[in-house]
């Protein structure tokens, strides 16, 4: 039996709304904050696809007010679940932009645990979408992707990331971090994202990394959802690296 569901959000942006609007309403600017690769074909009935991990998701836009209101549906999966977004714009006078998310639909069996994941990660991915703004506006990033399902309890699996970034102790913002990354350049930046222990940041002056935890009921699995603003990103080498890296990691 399906379980209907609503998931409510907002949050101050900096950026004007067309700025927003580029960032959640193109396939360029999603790919900028958020996981996975997107497409968006521009106009109400237009169609979405979201590609992750070769699973490729497709939905039908059903709202699109150019910097003020973008809403898409999923297609019905054979059990009736489905998954709606709006996102509404509303621009401040004294700057900056309020960005309204909300998420509808019908959840399966295991809807408690699937809920408690979007609103975790939605937290992160909306955070992210705000640092987008704030240090890389009008730049397209580049995702890139890799998985370690099984990876272990959560503070198994911070206490190695965080050690290898030279974190010791209680991880807080703005901290100086360091990578030494085989196959690419070291990572220099500073922790910009903590939301142990489901997720964890760092923002260097060309890329954005994001490394999210599933939890227990959902695997155990490490997720690594990066964007890189370099130049002349070469995201297959990147992933490559980051797959390796993250299966040499010393956990689970």
């Known amino acids: 039996m399906g379980h209907p569901f609503e998931l409510d959000k907002d949050i101050a942006l900096p950026g004007t709304p067309e700025q ?9 600017g999603i790919d900028s904050w958020f996981m996975g690769r997107s497409e968006v074909e521009p106009g109400e009935g237009g169609r979405t696809r979201f590609t992750m991990a070769g699973e490729v998701a497709e939905s039908t836009v059903t709202a699109w007010e150019p910097g003020k209101r973008f809403a898409y549906r999923s297609d019905p999966g054979p059990d009736g679940t489905f998954m709606a977004i709006e996102y509404l714009i509303e621009g401040r006078e004294q700057g900056g932009t309020v960005l309204r998310l909300v998420q509808s639909g019908v ?3 295991n809807w408690e645990t699937e ?3 979007m609103r ?8 992210t979408l705000a640092a987008y703004l704030a240090h890389f506006a009008g730049r397209a990033g580049t995702p890139v992707a890799a998985f370690r399902p099984g990876a272990g309890e959560p ?3 911070w206490a190695a990331v965080a050690g290898a970034f030279g974190l010791t102790g209680p991880v807080t913002g703005g901290e100086p971090v360091r990578l030494e990354l085989p196959g690419l350049p070291p990572v220099d930046g500073v922790v910009d994202l903590v939301g142990l222990p489901t997720y964890f940041g760092v923002r260097t002056s060309d890329a954005l990394y994001r490394f999210l935890h599933s939890g227990t009921d959902r695997g155990n699995v490490l997720v690594l959802g990066h964007h890189l603003f370099a130049a002349d990103p070469d995201p297959a080498r990147a992933e490559q690296a980051w797959q390796d890296w993250l299966t040499r990691l010393p956990i689970g």
């Open 107 to 109: 959840l399966g069996d």
């Open 120 to 127: 975790t990660g939605w937290d992160m991915y909306l955070e």
């Open 115 to 117: 809920y408690e994941a």
């Open 155 to 157: 503070d198994e699996v």
């Open 20 to 28: 927003v609007w580029a960032a959640i309403a193109t396939g360029p």
